[in-house]
């Protein structure tokens, strides 16, 4: 099975700053890579799919990259309302497993 | 608008049994494959199971094979999941999730949640 590791996982940034979150799969995945954001007391929401695709409604201040087995998400300009738990997960193969999440707070 | 709303979750002892279902709208449910993801208290996201649109593609976390079953009833644009011998593990609140057009494994819309509890 493909495995997700996630780093770091938590962080702490202001208002403003740069922050990147970084995931890596255990095997070679193409670009089967999506990133969901999820606060306290609510589901997940799909931010980033196919690796680098912003989902409709998402803010441009978040991107993505990466190919193969490493991946990056990237917000800028971080805003109070970033603060959120984010989770990588691959979509290649059964079964599709998350990463074990970085918990965002703004300071 | 696409709604997915469980329900089903309750308190159950080790060793019971717990029917979850899932109730969609807004979308045309026969076309799309659908998820139960899965988030212990204070922990990360845990895929559990996934049946594909005629149902004849289905999968499951090693951690539920052979006590879990998944079903979906296209007529009530409907999916279940049937969970046979519960264990405090299983403790978690249970998301049922619309796979996307593209990808059966990409989790597009997500539903509110219902809380399995296993205890004694």
């Known amino acids: 099975d493909i495995q997700m590791t996630q780093s770091p996982s938590s962080l702490s940034a202001s208002v403003g700053d740069r922050v990147t979150i970084s995931c890596r799969a255990s095997q070679i995945i193409a670009s089967h890579l999506n990133w969901y954001q999820q606060k306290p007391g609510k589901p997940p929401k799909l931010l980033i799919f196919?690796?680098?695709s912003l989902q409709s409604g998402v803010p441009s201040r978040f991107s993505a990259s990466g190919s193969g087995t490493d991946f990056t998400l990237t917000i800028t300009s971080l805003q109070p309302e970033d603060s959120a738990t984010y989770y990588c997960q691959q979509s290649y193969r059964a079964p599709p497993p998350f990463g074990q999440g970085t918990k965002l707070e703004i300071k | 608008e696409v709604q997915l709303v469980e329900s089903g979750g309750g308190l159950v002892k080790p060793g019971g049994s717990l029917r979850l279902s899932c109730a969609a709208s807004?979308?045309?449910?026969?076309?799309?494959?659908m998820n139960w993801v899965r988030q212990a208290p204070g922990k990360g996201l845990e895929w559990v199971s996934s049946?594909?649109?005629?149902?004849?593609?289905?999968y499951y976390a090693d951690s539920v094979k052979g006590r879990f079953t998944i079903s979906r009833d296209n007529a009530k644009k409907s999916l279940s999941l049937q969970m046979n011998n519960l264990r405090a593990e299983d403790t978690a609140l249970y998301y049922c999730?619309?796979?996307?057009?593209?990808?059966?494994?990409?989790?597009?819309?997500w539903g509110q949640g219902t809380l399995v509890t296993v205890s004694s």
């Open positions: 807004g979308f045309s449910f026969s076309s799309y494959s």
């Open positions: 196919a690796a680098s």
């Open positions: 049946i594909s649109s005629s149902s004849g593609s289905i």
């Open positions: 999730a619309r796979g996307s057009y593209s990808s059966s494994w990409l989790f597009e819309y």
